[in-house]
């Protein structure tokens, strides 16, 4: 199975930008997508196929990456943004998730 | 608009069988696969399997054994059965709908259904 790497936690200020990784242990393509989880919820979907940002999504997300290597970046970062957001991948199957950061405003 | 919410007991002994349903509403199983994502407290999702807009399965080789998912499609309803549960399998279940039939992410969940296992 794919092994999707990322690291467990970020603490960013309010307004700065934070870029948060996800590393594929083979190749995915682009069909790497973002989600949000805040406690208590289920997922949301924020980015699909690596950049594209999901219907009702603020624009201050935006993701990008191909192949290996992928990145969602928030900027600027607002207090509402507090959770733990997850890669997936669905090129190879089956799907698999990464291990989720956690990110924290200080 | 699409809905999805899972159903089942709360608390399921060790050892014994899970049952849960996914009832969906604004779109048809025939035409959306419908997946199964667990989640143990505190920890990442973990993909179980699916059922395809076909009627076609497939599982997660880790619990492939123990599970099994089906459909009844005039009713609306996605079933998951997992049997021999342990304590490990206490989490977070939910299912989920894919945006397409092939290499798609999960567009849309349900509010997800605790589960519970302890004697």
């Known amino acids: 199975d794919t092994v999707l790497t990322q690291s467990p936690a970020l603490a960013v200020s309010p307004g700065e930008r934070v870029s948060i990784s996800c590393r594929a242990s083979?190749?995915?393509?682009?069909?790497m997508h973002w989600y949000q989880q805040k406690p208590g919820q289920q997922p949301k979907l924020l980015i699909y196929?690596?950049?594209n940002l999901a219907s009702g999504v603020p624009a201050r997300f935006s993701g990008s990456g191909s192949g290996t290597d992928f990145t969602l970046t928030i900027d600027p970062v607002e207090a509402d943004d507090t959770a733990t957001y997850f890669c997936?991948?669905?090129?190879?199957?089956?799907?698999?998730f990464g291990g989720g950061t956690k990110l924290e405003l200080k | 608009q699409v809905q999805l919410k899972e159903s089942g007991p709360g608390l399921v002994q060790p050892s014994q069988t899970l049952s849960l349903t996914c009832t969906v509403s604004?779109?048809?199983?025939?035409?959306?696969?419908v997946h199964w994502v667990r989640q143990p407290p505190g920890k990442g999702l973990e993909w179980m399997g699916r059922?395809?807009?076909?009627?076609?399965?497939s599982y997660n080789s880790a619990l492939k054994s123990r599970l099994s998912i089906s459909r009844d499609t005039s009713k609306n309803q996605v079933f998951l059965k997992m049997n021999s549960l342990q304590t490990d399998d206490t989490g977070t279940y939910y299912c989920?709908?894919?945006?397409?039939?092939?290499?798609?992410?999960?567009?849309?969940w349900g509010q997800g259904t605790l589960v519970t296992v302890s004697s």
């Open positions: 989920t709908r894919s945006q397409y039939r092939y290499k798609s992410w999960f567009a849309y």
């Open positions: 604004g779109f048809s199983l025939t035409s959306y696969n």
């Open positions: 059922m395809r807009y076909n009627g076609d399965t």
């Open positions: 083979e190749g995915v393509n682009s069909y």
């Open positions: 196929k690596a950049s």
């Open positions: 997936q991948q669905s090129w190879n199957d089956p799907p698999t």
